[in-house]
Nanobody
Framework: QVQLVESGGGLVQAGGSLRLSCAAS???????????MGWYRQAPGNQRELVAT???????NYADSVKGRFTIARDNAKNTVYLQMNSLKPDDTAVYYC?????????WGKGTLVTVSS
């Protein structure tokens, strides 16, 4: 089993920045089989949506709503994925969840709250 622990959420004013981190731990076999890692978010009353993903080789994918503002990065040696969020907007307010996929498994963190005030 693999555990994902997020950190870095908080309250920020519109236009500000935050950096989220997510560290994977647990089964070595599970961790080495992780390919894609990423971030999803869920705002109150909305469905969970993709924010950004990155493969082990570094291929990235972003939601249109965050392109040019958010950057996803990954440190394979530390089993950690990061999300740098700049030019934050009130619409970015949500619980952000870390996700990891590999070998038919789908792992989720418990989430970290990001609140952007206007």
């Amino acid at each position: 089993q693999v555990q994902l622990v997020e950190s870095g959420g908080g309250l920020v004013q519109a236009g500000g920045s935050l950096r989220l981190s997510c560290a994977a731990s647990g089964s070595i076999f599970g961790i080495i089989n992780i390919n894609a890692m990423g971030w999803y978010r869920q705002a109150p009353g909305n469905q969970r949506e993709l924010v950004a993903t990155i493969t082990r080789s570094g291929t990235t994918n972003y939601a249109d709503s965050v392109k040019g503002r958010f950057t996803i990065a990954r440190d394979n040696a530390k089993n950690t994925v990061y999300l740098q969020m700049n030019s934050l907007k009130p619409d970015d307010t949500a619980v952000y969840y870390c996700n990891a996929k590999g070998d038919g498994m789908d792992y989720w963190g418990k989430g970290t709250l990001v609140t952007v005030s206007s």
